[in-house]
């Protein structure tokens, strides 16, 4: 009984891999048909070897423009919640002041309002500002965030104090105990946090959609958005768009997955 539990584990795990693989296996062979096949029904599943989709690609969309905009955000993002809220994690999760525990509640409660809410006022600031189709309208507002803090709090919170205690007992301050000890031991949970947030800066859609309307000043999300026309859509190009735009996300995560699956691990064990 006990030979059998692994194989049916592994099983359910292989099954449950391919599922996930599904959609992305779609993308690539829709991605190489003529928009004739891509729309037939029922649906063929042998791709057509349509290779010149992905050069088409870099015709209908400012592609390398919109790339480095993308690669921009996503990592002005990244830098800003990893310096900013591991530097607000620490401070919750280590120093005594009045007030600490209501002033997390409220950054905790920051997560249970749906971010539509905040779009108005973030565009008449950044319209005030003169930001309007410029880089830093899309990374400023993601520079922070709430979720960030108490992922990172979580991690701080699981750290031995008495490395803490011995740094202060060597006359070191609190902004030397938090940039030479406890960053370096946080690696694992700055790593998840800024996966997460590359991720989410990504795929983000909506607020680069909003406040950027000039072609060359999108990023990839809101650029393949683009392709899709009110009566028509190219289906093969948007598929071979969106398979150009993954794949440096996808590289990102195969290269840390180690340390992100172990920050997340670690993530919520004590506190």
């Given at each position: 009984m006990s030979e059998r539990r692994p194989i049916g584990t592994h099983a359910v795990l292989i099954a449950s891999s391919l599922a996930m693989m599904a959609p992305f296996a779609w993308q690539v062979i829709t991605s190489l048909k003529t928009l004739s096949s891509a729309t037939a029904v029922p649906p063929t599943f042998l791709p057509e070897g349509r290779w010149d989709n992905y050069a088409k690609v870099f015709d209908l969309l400012p592609f390398g423009a919109q790339f480095l905009n993308t690669v921009l955000m996503a990592a002005g993002r990244v830098t800003g919640q990893v310096l900013f809220c591991s530097m607000a994690a620490y401070a919750f999760a280590r120093l005594r002041f009045p007030g600490r525990n209501v002033l997390f509640a409220m950054f905790l409660s920051v997560l249970m309002v749906p971010p539509q809410l905040f779009v108005i006022p973030q565009y008449q600031i950044m319209s005030s500002l003169g930001w309007l189709n410029s880089l830093q309208a899309i990374i400023v507002p993601g520079l922070f965030s709430a979720f960030g803090v108490f992922l990172l709090r979580q991690f701080f919170l699981g750290l031995p104090r008495e490395i803490e205690e011995a740094a202060r007992l060597d006359g070191a301050g609190p902004v030397r105990i938090y940039w030479s000890i406890m960053m370096p031991l946080a690696r694992p949970g700055l790593v998840a946090l800024a996966v997460l947030t590359l991720l989410?800066?990504?795929?983000?859609?909506?607020?680069?959609?909003?406040?950027?309307?000039?072609?060359?000043?999108?990023?990839?999300?809101?650029?393949?958005?683009?392709?899709?026309?009110?009566?028509?859509t190219d289906y093969p190009i948007l598929m071979a768009g969106s398979l150009l735009a993954s794949l440096p996300v996808i590289a990102v995560f195969v290269f840390l997955q180690r340390q992100f699956i172990q920050g997340i691990a670690h993530t919520g064990s004590k506190g």
């Open positions: 989410w800066a990504w795929n983000d859609l909506f607020w680069p959609l909003v406040v950027n309307t000039d072609p060359d000043k999108m990023t990839l999300s809101a650029g393949l958005a683009a392709l899709q026309g009110q009566y028509q």
